[in-house]
């Protein structure tokens, strides 16, 4: 904390001489990149209610591996990236519908206030954060190791949706017509489900369980708002998610009283606020363009 | 069941019910657990039938922050959970395209409202120290402190929330089934909608004083989910989806208070949880009988 007022006062230069904002600019980057990339698809597949939904499932992840006591970014991976093909599985289409995500959720989402409450009692009071930083994220609290291994996930995440962009692009606008050309509709739904899963887990340490909803659809909402063209949306979605990590981050470096996450939150809900309000208002008509 | 868990649950069923009501504050659970049940059922059947399961998932959550900041202002809980559930239902409402179509877009524009909402309450309760226990009782419900004075306003939002869905029930469900005839017919579509919204944001603030923001959902959403399995007729389903959700709170209440560490959240949507189930269940076997049937 002191180290925080410190910074404060020696003002943005220093901004890289602290350890734990270059792990903080490291992996927000690379989680940024990643989840942008991936929210354009949820935005244009219509499965920003199914992300809303593996953000819950992450709190139930993490809580269950706090408590019984194994590392909660395993219970993190398991829990989003299982349920998430699962959810692929069962749905139609390798879409599932609103009101069974809804039940599902909700149930594991009790499950999860299980898990924290059986956690806290466990641990002596000075450890109860735990369960609020699973909720809400601790980017400040990363270590440069984790922030390599947020790098390595990152970049799977990427590389697999840069490989999967043109089928999947495909499948999610057309999904018929696609399967009639033999692009396999199914099994590209139940692997982007997947890669949204690792995202979630990924997010989850930035920002928390709670809130990468707003990464995930914020930057992306955005940029389907701001062009027609889809892979410029792709890269438009990458680039403002990005942007706000970086301005989220500043911005809580010189005013250390606004935790990082609320900082990120606002500016992306900022972004999508003004593409919103400036934006196109109609898709049609624009779609000739492309 | 694990009986002999707790010394206070035994098989004389009077003897359980004398100590289950002994307190006043569990008197006080049981009233607004009813009454919340009751209101919860009603409206997330039209939220079911209308296809807004995620919105009513982002106004649960608004009370979050709402509470949070209601807290940290030093006034009560009770104006943050409206305030904020009603400015965030007019927010979605306003996002919602004119045409009705759109869904993805107006989609992400909820999920924004959702993470913004929750991370201001992440503000909140991080400029207002030592909150941290109220986090979980906030997020996963509390039945322990509901007050008289809660208990009255329940009744009257109560009230006041079922008179209104009685009140357009009609147009509503036309609206929800079939907005383009009914638009053409003269049913003010949008306008109704937008009401929903609103009702459907007083609803989430009265309960999530219970069940705690995350998990209103689950009595919004579970209950007419598992009376739509059963039965296709409208008012039937309204009926077996509010005995359902009154069963299930009772219960949870009941269990919450015998074995004390575990929260009330974790009993509700269980136990509403394994009913969906068991309904699914039923609905798929009575499904094939059906169709064995027609085969023979």
Do not use: K
């Not at chain 1, 390595?152 to 999947?168: D, K």
């Not at chain 2, 993470?115 to 039945?143: D, I, P, Q």
């Not at chain 2, 949008?190 to 069940?211: D, E, K, P, W």
């Amino acid at each position: 904390m002191t180290a925080l007022l410190l910074a404060q006062s020696a003002g943005l230069a220093h901004i890289f001489g602290h350890a734990y904002m270059r792990n903080a600019f490291l992996a927000g980057t690379a989680i940024a990149v990643a989840v942008g990339l991936i929210g354009f698809f949820v935005v244009l597949r219509s499965q920003v209610f199914t992300g809303d939904a593996l953000g819950h499932v992450a709190v139930t992840g993490a809580a269950a591996a706090l408590a019984i006591g194994v590392d909660a970014r395993l219970g993190l991976f398991v829990g989003t990236i299982a349920i998430g093909m699962a959810m692929a599985v069962l749905g139609r289409q390798g879409q599932a519908d609103d009101v069974v995500i809804g039940s599902v959720f909700a149930w594991i989402l009790g499950l999860g206030a299980l898990f924290l409450t059986l956690f806290t009692r466990s641990r002596s009071a000075g450890n109860g954060n735990a369960g609020v930083s699973v909720l809400f994220g601790s980017i400040f609290g990363i270590s440069s190791a984790n922030a390599r291994v947020a790098v390595a996930v990152a970049a799977v995440v990427v590389v697999g949706v840069v490989l999967i962009a043109r089928p999947l692009l495909f499948a999610s606008v057309d999904s018929a017509v696609a399967a009639a050309r033999g692009v396999p509709v199914r099994a590209l739904g139940v692997l982007f489900l997947a890669l949204v899963g690792a995202c979630a887990a990924e997010a989850t340490q930035a920002v928390g369980a709670l809130l990468l909803l707003g990464l995930l659809a914020g930057p992306a909402g955005a940029a389907a708002r701001l062009t027609a063209r889809p892979y410029r949306a792709l890269w438009i979605s990458a680039a403002l998610a990005v942007a706000a990590v970086w301005g989220g981050l500043t911005l809580s470096y010189l005013a250390p009283r606004v935790p990082p996450s609320f900082a990120i939150l606002a500016l992306t809900s900022a972004f999508y606020l003004a593409a919103f309000v400036a934006g196109r208002p109609r898709r049609t008509g624009s779609r000739a363009a492309m | 069941m694990a009986l002999a868990a707790d010394a206070h649950l035994s098989w004389n069923l009077a003897e359980d019910m004398r100590q289950l009501f002994a307190f006043h504050f569990m008197v006080n659970a049981y009233r607004a657990g009813t009454i919340v049940a009751v209101v919860a059922a009603v409206v997330g059947w039209f939220m079911v039938l209308r296809r807004q399961a995620f919105a009513g998932h982002t106004l649960a959550l608004v009370g979050f922050p709402g509470a949070a900041g209601a807290t940290w202002l030093g006034v009560s809980a009770l104006w943050g959970f409206f305030g904020f559930c009603l400015a965030a239902a007019l927010c979605i409402a306003g996002l919602r395209p004119a045409d009705g179509h759109g869904y993805s877009e107006e989609s992400a524009g909820i999920g924004v409202v959702q993470a913004f909402a929750l991370a201001c309450g992440f503000l909140f309760v991080s400029l207002y120290h030592g909150f941290l226990n109220g986090v979980n009782s906030l997020l996963f419900g509390s039945f322990l402190g509901v007050t008289d004075n809660q208990v009255v306003v329940l009744l009257i939002v109560g009230a006041g929330v079922l008179a209104a869905v009685a009140g357009m029930a009609r147009p509503l469900l036309f609206a929800s089934l079939d907005p383009d005839v009914a638009a053409a017919r003269g049913v003010p579509v949008r306008r109704l909608s937008v009401l929903f919204l609103v009702l459907l944001g007083v609803t989430v603030a009265g309960v999530s004083q219970i069940t705690g923001s995350l998990l209103v959902f689950a009595l919004l959403v579970m209950p007419p989910a598992t009376a739509q399995l059963l039965t296709p007729r409208p008012a039937l389903a309204l009926v077996v989806a509010t005995a359902i959700s009154v069963v299930v709170t009772w219960l949870a209440l009941a269990v919450a208070y015998f074995f004390p560490p575990s929260p009330i959240g974790f009993f509700l949507t269980t136990f509403a949880f394994a009913g969906y189930v068991g309904a699914a269940a039923f609905r798929r076997a009575s499904d094939r009988r059906r169709s064995l049937a027609a085969a023979a």
